[in-house]
Structures are given as structure tokens and as C-alpha cells.
């Protein structure tokens, strides 16, 4: 669905990604562990090309995403979402309006510009991705005044209505009380499996990593250390991942 090979990326001296190989399959959730500056948001970030990597491929459902631009480029994008640490909603709509933004990129030009007439089609898929991830009854409410999870599943509701086959998250829960960021994973989790998704997550909690992934990623320094199941990874491999150094965390 997503598949990343031998992904190089420099910032200049500066080697951050060192030839990564990662599949994102559909019906699996991998996280992704590793220090702070080990090269994750770089990863994500070039896997969509919004950052442009010096050597390597990408293939997104199929398209090599190096070899396309303009319309192609945006049109292939499409096929994935994003979702950050800090959720990116339009404070001053509601709910439903944020999730909807998601399917705009499939309306034409002049249309997209008057957000609050969405077409009924997209007003009902819109409901139903917020239904998917347990709003519906919050559907007309501000994104301002939705709680931290709530607009991280808001986030999810919107990559669920643009129709995405891959989620790309970096860092979702990391501003999130154990509870809620608990609520994200385990929907990640549950869309990846039941919408078979393809969703990779970035993540600095290895429990909650061990609770939901199927797959473990290692990043140690650019490189992958390890790629496994998490039965399959020790927990003195993912202590290695942070090295012994304090300061550097
Ligand atoms: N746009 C940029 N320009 C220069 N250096 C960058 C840029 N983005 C990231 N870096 C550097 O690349 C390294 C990896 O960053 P990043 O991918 O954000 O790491 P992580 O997400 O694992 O914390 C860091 O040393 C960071 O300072
Ligand atoms: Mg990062």
C-alpha cells in the first residue's frame, strides 16, 4: 500500500535518513519508535513528499510517487492523510465542517470555496466518519471546544471521510492524557483492522506500541534497527533506541 525503499534524505552535512525500507500494508498498524531527531517526522514527511528525499522510492497504492507531479502528484497524495501531534482543525468550525474539509479535494475548484454548502453526499459521509469514530453527537460543536482526543479522533474522522488508504501519524497522542491517548491508539488500531487501512503511527510510548501494533519499527539514527512483531522484540532492544545518554532525549 505503501512501500518506502532505500529512502535517503540529507539536511546538508547532515545524513537523516540512511536507506529506510518500510511497508505499510493494509489491515496493519505499525508504529514507528525511536529518540527525538532519529529522522520519524522526516520519514513521514517524505513518504508523502512534502519534503523531497535525495535517493530512494516511494510507491503509494501503486504509484511511484517520485515520478509524479502537479495534479498526478496531488491526486496520489490523496490516497494517504496525515494526522500531528497538534491536531490541524479549523478552530471555528464545527466538527462536521472539519471533517468534510476532507473530502474537498474531490470537489471542483469553485465549489471547495464555499465550505458551509457541501454537497449531501459529502454531508452524509461526513456524518458517518464522525459516527465511525464515536461523535456523531458532536457533529455541530466548534473544533475549539472539543477536547484533546475528541479532535485527534476528529483528525481520523477527516482521513476516514478524504478516503484515504493510508494514515500517516506522527506523534498523535503525544499531548494527550493516558485515557484519551488510549481512546486514539485503539482506534487507529480498530480502522486499520476493520477499514483495512494501511496506518503507521509514531509513537514515544512502547507500552501503548506493544498494546496495538502489529509491527514494531526501530529508528535508531536514521536507520532501521529492527522490524518485527512486537512479541518478537525484546525490551532491552527498544531501551537501546534511546541510548544511555539523558541529555539526548
Ligand atoms: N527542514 C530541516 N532542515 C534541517 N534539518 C532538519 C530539518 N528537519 C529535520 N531536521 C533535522 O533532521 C533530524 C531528524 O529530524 P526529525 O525527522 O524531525 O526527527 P524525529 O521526528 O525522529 O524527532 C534532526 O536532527 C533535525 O534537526
Ligand atoms: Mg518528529
Request: include cysteine; charge should be neutral; proline fraction near 3%.
Amino acid at each position: 500500500m505503501l512501500e518506502v525503499r532505500g529512502l535517503q534524505k540529507r539536511f546538508g552535512s547532515r545524513e537523516v535518513l540512511r536507506g529506510i525500507d518500510v511497508s505499510v500494508r493494509p489491515g496493519e498498524l505499525t508504529v514507528v519508535l525511536g529518540a527525538n531527531g532519529s529522522g520519524k517526522s522526516t520519514l513521514l514527511r517524505c513518504a508523502i513528499r512534502l519534503l523531497e528525499p535525495d535517493d530512494g522510492s516511494v510507491a503509494l497504492c501503486g504509484t511511484d510517487l517520485l515520478g509524479v507531479r502537479g495534479d498526478a502528484l496531488r491526486q496520489a497524495r490523496r490516497r494517504a492523510a496525515m494526522v500531528f501531534q497538534s491536531v490541524l482543525l479549523v478552530r471555528r468550525r464545527s466538527a462536521l465542517e472539519n471533517v468534510a474539509f476532507g473530502a474537498l479535494g474531490e470537489l471542483p475548484l469553485r465549489q471547495s470555496f464555499s465550505t458551509r454548502l457541501f454537497p449531501n453526499e459529502i454531508r452524509a459521509r461526513s456524518l458517518e466518519s464522525l459516527a465511525r469514530v464515536g461523535l456523531a453527537d458532536r457533529a455541530g460543536q466548534r473544533a475549539a471546544t472539543l477536547s484533546g482526543g475528541q479532535a485527534q479522533r476528529v483528525a481520523i474522522a477527516r482521513a476516514l471521510c478524504q478516503q484515504a488508504s493510508v494514515i500517516l501519524a506522527d506523534e498523535p497522542v503525544a499531548s494527550l492524557d493516558p485515557k484519551a491517548a488510549d481512546a486514539v491508539l485503539s482506534l487507529l488500531a480498530d480502522v486499520a483492522r476493520n477499514e483495512r487501512l494501511g496506518v503507521l503511527v509514531v509513537l514515544h510510548q512502547p507500552e501503548l506500541a506493544r498494546r496495538y501494533a502489529d509491527r514494531l519499527i526501530g529508528f535508531l539514527d536514521g536507520r532501521i534497527a529492527f522490524d518485527r512483531a512486537p512479541h518478537a522484540v525484546d525490551d532491552a532492544e527498544i531501551e537501546m533506541l534511546y541510548g544511555d545518554d539523558d541529555d539526548e532525549r
